[in-house]
């Protein structure tokens, strides 16, 4: 039994559409950005919040994660919701409950109030992030295709990246809760322009919900992350922690199995057969989980060792973004003439260069080389994203471009979310091997201590940017053979 689809003459079609097309994509990459951003810009204000609401450093890490865990856990079956009743519709309503979400943040007085509001900022965010691909696939045509997902692949990565720098800046200015009333006026804007310019949906499937698919995957990553992150705090050879990374695997191997059988699967596990997808999606988890590595590390290293105040180091740290914005886009319309394997393969290998600089730096660095590794850091990350966006995005079915949007989104926020548990938990291992004991923070006057664990994260993150680089070299040389061959056959006949 196959899934029906229904589907009237394409958004590529019509001429009003198109002449419009620039202007969604603006309202796209505005939620795009806030909804990624949201994920890491709270970081540089935990110190803050949690001296106003007494909290623990354990309980203060919950403000991020409760938003990372809700995304990753709803988003796959919003991807799927939006390929049935509309991508479109998911996306406007997506808008509305994550600006909702920002209000109340701002409002909150108490840790559970806080942490209430950020999972229904997330689960706005996850209505828009499942669907934003799809829709960009959906209306540009093949020639802009990689210019257009390149431009969203760009804010993408600067809202998960520009956090830090913009939160450090927003917080000594203002106060913690304008990094959340700083989405109202942007997101009204937004839903303003969204709901007047966007189209009807013209692609549905119809199906049914994966229902079992739907309670097993978001229980797969509640346990998964839930081990993780409270691994870091009370160490991973504790029984419960054991027990819910357990429980994860067996989750996931019986949400695989119920995907398989499903007729109508809420994951469709053959868009994995495609091989350039599939690699596609892992060099984009493995380059995500670099950047969070320097993402968690960077703003420490730059506050407590440097001696930098908050807004400076949000300024130094602003030159990731800053590079990025500029290169991405620029990368993203290369791509559509020279192809983009050899553009994502480009950007790993300056990526592995930047994660090695950075692992040089010490107490004194000059602020001119911190300045240059970041910023080659983000040169790296604009050449990489943009081409592989568009890598992931063109292999796949019209009728299945939301819930491959959707995956492409989840497998960023894991790796986010892979990247914060890499990061802290190689720096504190190796600090707490330093000193004797163990640590889970920072120690007084023992910057020696943090460097140490600094520069063994970095050269992690260095080896993960490598091996993504190695894979992403076998592509570019597969695909030249590829099309070396093609022109071979064709010259034969």
């Not at 950075?358 to 081409?387: E, N």
Request: net charge positive; aromatic share 8%.
């Amino acid at each position: 039994m196959t899934a029906k689809t229904s589907m009237s003459s394409t958004y590529q079609d019509d001429p009003e559409i198109q002449r419009k097309r620039w202007m969604i994509l603006i309202v796209l990459n505005l939620f795009t950005f806030m909804a990624t951003l949201d994920g890491s810009i709270v970081n540089i204000a935990l110190p803050v919040i949690s001296e106003q609401m007494k909290l623990t450093v354990a309980q203060a890490e919950w403000i991020v994660t409760a938003y990372l865990m809700m995304i990753c856990a709803a988003i796959l079956f919003f991807g799927k919701l939006g390929d049935i009743v509309g991508k479109i519709k998911i996306f406007k309503w997506g808008m509305v409950i994550f600006t909702l979400g920002s209000l109340l943040c701002g409002f909150s007085d108490s840790l559970p109030m806080l942490v209430g509001s950020r999972l229904i900022q997330a689960l706005g965010a996850s209505m828009t992030m499942a669907n934003s691909q799809g829709i960009i696939t959906d209306i540009f045509p093949s020639t802009e295709r990689g210019k257009a997902l390149g431009l969203i692949g760009t804010f993408v990565s600067l809202g998960s990246i520009a956090g830090p720098s913009l939160g450090g800046v927003i917080v000594a200015s203002l106060g913690w809760e304008y990094i959340f009333w700083v989405n109202i006026p942007v997101g009204l804007i937004a839903i303003v322009i969204g709901w007047s310019l966007l189209p009807e949906d013209r692609t549905r499937l119809q199906v049914h919900i994966d229902k079992a698919g739907s309670l097993l995957f978001p229980l797969f990553i509640l346990a998964l992350f839930s081990g993780l992150l409270l691994g870091q705090q009370v160490g991973y050879q504790d029984i419960r922690i054991i027990g819910a990374l357990v429980l994860a695997v067996i989750v996931f191997i019986l949400f695989l199995a119920v995907e398989m059988r499903h007729r109508q699967p809420m994951l469709q596990l053959s868009l994995f057969r495609n091989p350039m997808f599939s690699l596609s999606i892992l060099c984009g988890f493995l380059v995500f989980v670099a950047n969070f590595c320097f993402n968690i590390i960077a703003p420490f290293y730059t506050q407590n060792i440097l001696n930098l105040s908050p807004s400076e180091a949000g300024f130094l740290m602003m030159l990731f973004p800053i590079v990025m914005v500029i290169v991405a886009p620029l990368s993203g319309a290369l791509s559509d003439k020279i192809g983009s394997e050899l553009l994502t393969f480009a950007g790993l290998i300056v990526m592995v260069i930047a994660q090695v600089g950075l692992a040089q730096l010490h107490d004194r660095s000059p602020i001119a080389l911190v300045g240059v590794w970041i910023g080659m850091l983000g040169l790296g990350s604009g050449l990489f994203q943009s081409p592989n966006n568009s890598l992931v995005m063109s292999k796949v079915p019209r009728t299945q471009l939301g819930i491959a949007g959707s995956i492409n989104s989840l497998v960023r926020n894991i790796g986010m979310v892979v990247g914060i548990t890499v990061a802290t938990t190689t720096l504190f291992n190796v600090m707490s091997n330093r000193a004797g004991y163990r640590v889970i923070g920072l120690v007084p006057d023992r910057p020696d201590l943090f460097l140490s664990g600094m520069h063994v994260v970095f050269v992690t993150s260095a080896s993960i940017c490598l091996v993504a680089g190695l894979l992403t070299g076998g592509r570019l040389w597969w695909a030249r053979r590829t099309l070396r061959r093609s022109k071979e056959s064709s010259q034969t006949l």
